[in-house]
C-alpha cells in the first residue's frame, strides 16, 4: 500500500512564498506519476502539477505556470511543490496523489493513492 504524506503548508502574506513536500511510501513500482492537486473553500478539487518517473514528463495548470515549480528527490522519495508570487486565490487544501505508470494526467480520478492534505491560506 502506497502511503502519502504531505507538510509544509501554512498561513503567508500575497506575494509570499511557501514550499509544500510530498513523502512517499510503500511505493513498489518504479515507473509512476504524482501529482498535487487543491481544493479551495467550496470548490471542486482542481489539478495543479504533475510529474513522471521515470522519463521527467511535467504537467502545470495555466494558473500556476510561471509560479510553482515541481520537483523530486528520488533520493528521499520525496516530491516537492515550490510555490512563488502567492495570492489569495491559492488559498486550499494542497494534496499530493499518486498513481502506477509514468503517464501524467490532470484527472483526480487517475491517481489512487492520495494524502490527507495541507493547508495554505494566503493572506491579501
Known amino acids: 500500500q502506497v502511503h502519502m504524506v504531505e507538510s509544509g503548508g501554512g498561513l503567508v502574506q500575497a506575494g509570499g512564498s511557501l514550499s509544500l513536500s510530498c513523502a512517499a511510501s510503500?511505493?513498489?513500482?518504479?515507473?509512476?506519476?504524482i501529482a498535487w492537486f487543491r481544493q479551495g473553500p467550496g470548490k471542486e478539487r482542481e489539478f495543479v502539477a504533475a510529474?513522471?518517473?521515470?522519463?521527467?514528463?511535467?504537467q502545470y495548470a495555466d494558473s500556476v505556470k510561471g509560479r510553482f515549480t515541481i520537483s523530486e528527490d528520488n533520493a528521499k522519495d520525496t516530491v516537492y511543490l515550490q510555490m512563488n508570487s502567492l495570492k489569495p486565490e491559492d488559498t486550499a487544501v494542497y494534496y499530493c496523489?499518486?498513481?502506477?505508470?509514468?503517464?501524467?494526467?490532470?484527472?483526480?480520478?487517475?491517481?489512487?493513492?492520495w494524502g490527507q492534505g495541507t493547508q495554505v491560506t494566503v493572506s491579501s
Open positions: 510529474l513522471s518517473a521515470p522519463g521527467g514528463v511535467i
Open positions: 510503500g511505493r513498489t513500482f518504479s515507473s509512476y506519476a
Open positions: 496523489a499518486s498513481r502506477r505508470w509514468s503517464f501524467v494526467t490532470s484527472h483526480p480520478n487517475d491517481y489512487p493513492y
